[in-house]
């Protein structure tokens, strides 16, 4: 996908695996067709949407986003670049139900629903998943709450923890392993150690 001409038309174009609502897997393609939507419903690409709507009233930047090659277009399932303070930011967002300040960037219901359980992963990275967001729980650490998690390749991690109005954010760059996510696991489950007292 990352190669084709139209990676929209390519993520469209794949052969299903299974009925539409039986079996999750996570896929790139599907945050490809959701940016070619925005850029539909609102004449700017995903990266430039972010910048005048997210961004620059969050006070983030610098901000790198990766392109594809051949359509230009931002690679919107793996390609963002933020520093962690403006992971943090994003992540603050999110816990504050889409606003900063006086400005509501976000629609509330849609922020609370993209942190809260949509659909059930069967076992892949977490037990739940909202909108782009992992929802997982583990109750020796968190009290049975819900911990919803951006997840990205490396070890890339934005916690948001609404019983203690906590964002944790944690950077690594063990790309494409298949234990990049045993040391964020290990910092996020210290972090909530240390304030959820265990049973």
């Not at 019983?163 to 298949?178: F, H, I, K, M």
């Amino acid at each position: 996908m990352w190669r084709a001409d139209d990676p929209v038309a390519y993520a469209l174009g794949r052969p299903p695996v299974a009925g539409p609502g039986t079996v999750f897997a996570y896929n790139g393609g599907l945050p490809t067709v959701l940016a070619a939507v925005l850029k539909e419903a609102t004449g700017m690409s995903a990266d430039v949407y972010a910048r005048e709507r997210l961004w620059c009233p969050l006070g983030v930047g610098p901000v790198e986003w990766m392109r594809h090659d051949a359509s230009g277009l931002p690679v919107a399932a793996s390609g963002l670049r933020l520093r962690p303070r403006d992971m943090a930011r994003f992540g603050q967002l999110m816990l504050d139900q889409g606003r900063v300040g006086s400005l509501q960037l976000l629609p509330s219901e849609f922020a609370r629903a993209s942190l809260s359980p949509q659909d059930e992963t069967n076992g892949e990275i977490t037990a739940r998943y909202g909108y782009l967001w992992w929802v997982g729980a583990r109750p020796d650490e968190a009290g049975g709450q819900d911990l919803p998690l951006a997840i990205g390749n490396g070890g890339q991690r934005i916690l948001v923890y609404p019983p203690e109005r906590l964002v944790v954010v944690v950077t690594a760059g063990d790309y494409d392993s298949a234990t990049q996510g045993d040391g964020p696991a290990t910092a996020i489950a210290a972090v909530l150690a240390a304030l959820v007292p265990s049973p």
